[in-house]
């Protein structure tokens, strides 16, 4: 069965840097764009990164490019969200979802890890 | 940039009733990239509907999609109990790529 596990949430100060990897298994994780969508405390859902099945393009939502950057390592089945000048505003669940490129939506989530940016 | 708007914020109902959602888009979307998800409490969301009508795999023929154009909505014919949850709309488009509604909560009357 379709498997996505986030790891390196935490706790990081305002400025600092943090990297977070989405392990993926049970389907060929080479052939699919893999997403980072995030959730603040009590708020909907946000749309943060996507990179392609091969690494070749990678899209931002408005409010992390040019901080956070996003790569895959197909030998490993993992997605990593490299999140630079965190702000408080960064803090949230950040998930990791496969997408269903037919009807380009997320068909599986992982169970999110949390990103919490406070002094 | 097109904006997802969802209503009710909140829908009070009981199990057995039937639930209308709906999700607006500012600008017109294509009905294949419209997408519908149910979060509960501490899970994450899950994937309901695709293409604005497409049940996912493993999703009771309780829940329906319909819509085109700028108005879609989400049906629950008759609500479980498992059903009272946050419910997401989700379009594929451009700039942002992918843009969520603010969700509708429908809660135990």
């Known amino acids: 069965q379709v498997q996505l596990v986030e790891s390196g949430g935490g706790v990081v100060q305002p400025g600092r840097s943090l990297r977070l990897s989405c392990a993926a298994s049970?389907?060929?994780?080479?052939?699919?764009?893999i997403h980072w969508v995030r959730q603040a405390p009590g708020k909907g859902l946000e749309w943060v990164a996507v990179i392609s099945y091969d690494g070749s393009n990678k899209y931002y939502g408005d409010s992390v490019r040019g901080r956070f950057t996003i790569s895959r390592d197909n030998s490993k089945n993992t997605v990593y969200l490299q999140m630079n000048s965190l702000r408080a505003e960064d803090t949230a669940v950040y998930y990791c979802a496969k997408e269903d490129e037919q009807w380009l939506c997320f068909d599986y989530w992982g169970q999110g890890t949390l990103v919490t940016v406070s002094s | 940039e097109i904006v997802l708007t969802q209503s009710p914020g909140t829908l009070s109902l009981s199990p057995g009733e039937r639930a209308t959602l709906s999700c607006r888009a500012s600008q017109s979307v294509s009905s294949s990239y419209l997408a519908w998800y149910q979060q509960k409490p501490g899970q994450a969301p899950r994937l309901l509907i695709s293409g604005a009508s497409s049940r996912a795999t493993g999703i009771p023929d309780r829940f329906s999609g319909s819509g085109s154009g700028t108005d879609f909505t989400l049906t629950i014919s008759r609500l479980e109990p498992e059903d009272f949850a946050v419910y997401y709309c989700?379009?594929?488009?451009?700039?942002?790529?992918?843009?969520f509604g603010p969700g509708t909560k429908v809660e135990i009357k």
């Open positions: 049970g389907f060929t994780f080479s052939s699919y764009s």
């Open positions: 989700q379009r594929y488009g451009s700039s942002p790529l992918f843009t």
